[in-house]
């Protein structure tokens, strides 16, 4: 919760978000546990949190799916939707076809052989 600190939030307020982001992520199970007993897909969870906590008006990611699972990574990108309806700017950047076919996304920019593709 350390993040929150500028924002003016009490430590109660700063407890809350962070669990809240937890259980959006499946990871309020590890929230005592040192980063080196965790899994890589759970750290990836943790670093989606971080990111998130502070309530940013435009996130990047990049590979932000890289370590989930199929069912993590569609909770993901249902996150992102929320995020996306709640009017923040979302850039992804991705191989996952979960992430690239995902129904809500507005543009997508290919790169193929040196060339942009829009569609």
């Known amino acids: 919760?350390?993040?929150?600190l500028p924002l003016g939030m009490s430590p109660r307020q700063r407890k809350?978000?962070?669990?809240?982001?937890?259980?959006?992520?499946?990871?309020?199970?590890?929230?005592?546990?040192?980063a080196?007993?965790?899994?890589?897909?759970?750290?990836?969870?943790v670093a989606i949190?971080?990111?998130?906590?502070?309530?940013?008006?435009?996130?990047?990611?990049?590979?932000?799916?890289?370590h989930l699972d199929?069912?993590?990574s569609r909770e993901f990108m249902t996150i992102m939707d929320n995020l996306?309806?709640?009017?923040?700017?979302?850039?992804?950047a991705s191989h996952d076809p979960l992430v690239t076919d995902h129904p809500g996304l507005d543009q997508i920019l290919d790169i193929r052989d040196g060339s942009l593709h829009v569609s």
């Open 1 to 4: 919760t350390l993040p929150l």
């Open 16 to 34: 809350q978000r962070a669990r809240v982001l937890m259980e959006q992520l499946a990871i309020q199970h590890r929230e005592k546990f040192p």
């Open 36 to 45: 080196g007993q965790i899994s890589g897909g759970e750290l990836q969870r």
């Open 49 to 66: 949190a971080r990111a998130l906590i502070n309530d940013p008006p435009i996130i990047l990611a990049d590979e932000p799916t890289a």
């Open 70 to 72: 199929s069912r993590l």
């Open 84 to 92: 996306k309806a709640a009017g923040k700017t979302i850039v992804l």
